[in-house]
């Protein structure tokens, strides 16, 4: 009886340490550490130029983006943040989406085929939240939230060809083209801790983007223009001359000739506040397409990690 007895009391105090173990030591099932195994984020701006890079062969930047994870970011993210030049609010916003996003076909005039394209990515209402909070707590006095909005072109098409299964949670943030390139950086400043996240951030826009001044038939002859300004944001970048860039429409040449209108310059702030202290900017692709529309798109690496 009594050695009955002592097995009874050992298999409790087993259970109860098993109970205690899995009560207090380990996650909660509903909210799983994430992995960041292979330390923070880089940040990335992304020209995504024409609609027309979702189909057309010709262009060196689809491919480009094409061979994303096999050649220069093989990593999968926890979910995907980005800014898009084709999002223009008064205020920053976050979309926040339950469920699966629309695809926005926001052009016009080209071929039927385009769409039909769809992005059905999931949405990262968590992140979302994160987003808002971060900017929140750096001082941003109003962040707004919008439930219904999807991906426009500025997202999904070079997202279509980066990650074309459409099965990372995916967030997007708006800019602002009424604020100047300081306000965009202090976001993407806001948001370094998503680096330690495993989120990857990137900024949607073009190094230049004038429509007014395309030249079909001209890929192989760069416009003066564009070339001056290309070669000063190149220069800029690599020598990390990040104020100069905040301050561009009075440091770059022909800045209002590039960008008539700011919203697709604006992405690349926020990749560099994003970046984390001291970033080293890296030219990851470069190629030109109607004679002035640049495709350079760059990552940022923090020195401090």
């Not at 072109?153 to 997007?172: F, K, N, R, S």
Request: glycine residues 6%.
């Amino acid at each position: 009886m009594k050695d009955g007895r002592r097995i009874k009391q050992i298999l409790i105090l087993l259970l109860l340490l098993f109970l205690y173990r899995a009560f207090f030591e380990s996650p909660p099932s509903s909210s799983p550490p994430i992995s960041n195994a292979g330390g923070a984020m880089d940040t990335f701006f992304i020209s995504h130029g024409s609609p027309t890079l979702s189909i057309d062969e010709s262009l060196p930047a689809r491919h480009f983006l094409l061979s994303w994870k096999q050649k220069m970011f093989p990593r999968r993210p926890t979910a995907i943040l980005v800014v898009s030049a084709h999002w223009e609010t008064t205020e920053p916003t976050v979309n926040v989406i339950q469920g699966r996003h629309d695809t926005i076909h926001d052009f016009y005039g080209f071929p039927d085929k385009m769409y039909k394209l769809k992005y059905p990515a999931p949405g990262a209402p968590e992140l979302a939240k994160r987003v808002k909070d971060l900017l929140t707590a750096s001082g941003f006095k109003r962040v707004y939230e919008d439930t219904k909005r999807g991906l426009d072109h500025g997202a999904w098409v070079p997202l279509l060809l980066m990650y074309p299964e459409a099965d990372i949670p995916v967030c997007q943030l708006s800019v602002q083209p009424n604020r100047d390139g300081t306000h965009h950086y202090n976001l993407g400043k806001a948001l370094r801790p998503l680096r330690e996240e495993g989120v990857l951030v990137f900024g949607s826009g073009s190094a230049t983007h004038n429509l007014r001044d395309l030249r079909p038939g001209s890929d192989d002859s760069v416009i003066p223009w564009a070339h001056q300004f290309d070669n000063w944001l190149k220069e800029s970048l690599l020598q990390g001359r990040y104020d100069d860039i905040n301050h561009y429409e009075k440091k770059a040449p022909h800045a209002k000739k590039a960008h008539p209108w700011p919203e697709h310059f604006y992405p690349l702030h926020v990749a560099i506040g994003a970046a984390g202290e001291d970033p080293k900017a890296e030219l990851i692709h470069h190629s030109w397409s109607l004679g002035s529309l640049s495709y350079a798109s760059y990552r940022f690496t923090s020195s401090s990690g």
